[in-house]
């Protein structure tokens, strides 16, 4: 007999709510935890567009070259990247609306950029750079290279705010800076290659099979709630000619989980365990929104504690992250299991999958719970 939440995917799916769906999770102990065998057209070989769940294996790269001794956390790394290096800091408008700028005073670090606490930020999604780029008659977020498309001023100095932006992009840079390697070839050699996985791409275009395998990305209508299909994909991948560490991955569900699957047991074949160990520490300033709730980490946010009224995390120390179509992923070392949801729905934050991806979560833990009771 179906379970609810199986009766609630297949609903979605019927009433074309969602245009696919993969929803997988996995315990510590490798066995898989058995939540939705998909009825939607996708299969295993379904590449989605990953969007900010590229930023994981990004931060992951980044840190084997830290492990390696190639560069520190707290090195400035402005001197390997000059477009980031020149950047100043804004700090308002003249009454034309030219930009105030200030030279920055401090140094930008990996740590700076991993934690989004370096003082950039995304112009689709700041008000303030928007201005910046009208007053000069530019649309960056078009450009084709991270240089360009980035070369905006910085919101505040670095490692004293937080903002979420195109940091793990310039860190993506600096891992092909550093390494004299595209990003996806380096991710293929040292990410993915020990984890058996061969579906991420930057490229899915570039290649014949992985072109035919893309997910269907589609955008619901504010007024009649239907989906239509996006045939380009996803606009801040249009164009783009740099490997685009914070946006631009392609990967099919089942190989990204097992990533999360890697950081969750802890098992080295991608990171030591003492480096795993310390992307769960606290690494720098809190984000002054929600202090007591959500820390920024390496790679994701961490949810600290599990009574906090935030429905992202049941236990204590969860890294979890989400991607602009509605794709979501946890990490719940306390409780010892990995998931990951995803869809291809625009906007960000879209209300059908938001419902579904609580319904999956409380699924994941529903689980967990009677698990434990058939136990005692």
């Known amino acids: 007999m179906a379970s609810s939440f199986e009766l609630l995917l297949n609903e979605a799916i019927k009433n074309l709510d969602v245009p696919s769906i993969a929803v997988e999770a996995i315990r510590r102990d490798g066995s898989p935890s058995p939540l939705f065998t998909s009825q939607s057209a996708i299969g295993n070989n379904t590449l989605f567009t990953l969007a900010s769940l590229t930023k994981l ?10 492990e390696n001794g190639t560069i520190g956390l707290d090195d400035n790394v402005t001197d390997l990247l000059p477009t980031l290096k020149r950047q100043r800091i804004l700090k308002g408008f003249k009454v034309d609306g030219e930009p105030i700028l200030e030279d920055r005073t401090n140094p930008i670090t990996l740590r700076h950029l991993l934690t989004h606490s370096a003082g950039t930020g995304y112009d689709f999604s700041n008000d303030e750079l928007r201005r910046v780029q009208s007053f000069h008659g530019e649309h960056l977020s078009a450009k084709p290279t991270i240089e360009q498309r980035f070369n905006l001023p910085l919101l505040f100095e670095p490692g004293e705010s937080w903002n979420y932006g195109c940091s793990i992009d310039w860190v993506g840079k600096l891992v092909e800076v550093l390494t004299g390697l595209k990003l996806e070839t380096y991710m293929s ?114 949810i600290e504690t599990a009574d906090h009224g935030c429905s992202l995390s049941r236990g204590s120390n969860t890294l979890v992250w989400s991607g602009a179509a509605n794709l979501f992923w946890f990490i719940d070392r306390q409780n010892g299991i990995c998931g990951l949801f995803a869809t291809q729905v625009m906007p960000p934050a879209d209300h059908v999958s938001q419902a579904l991806i609580k319904a999956f979560h ?10 434990a009771a058939r136990q005692c």
């Open 57 to 66: 294996p990004t931060s992951i790269a980044a840190l084997q070259l830290v």
């Open 189 to 302: 050699k040292h990410v993915w290659q020990p984890l058996g996985v061969t579906s991420f791409t930057f490229w899915p275009h570039q290649r014949d099979s992985a072109a035919k395998q893309l997910a269907i990305l589609a955008e619901r209508d504010d007024e009649t709630k239907h989906l239509r299909p996006l045939p380009e994909g996803l606009s801040l991948n249009i164009g783009a000619t740099d490997c685009f560490g914070g946006q631009g991955g392609y990967s099919t569900a089942e190989d990204f989980l097992q990533l999360l699957y890697s950081l969750l047991a802890n098992d080295g074949r991608i990171l030591k365990p003492e480096t795993a160990d310390h992307r769960n520490e606290q690494i720098c300033a809190e984000p002054q929104n929600g202090r007591s709730i959500l820390g920024s980490r390496l790679g994701g946010l961490l």
């Open 362 to 371: 409380e699924e994941v833990y529903k689980q967990i719970s009677e698990d």
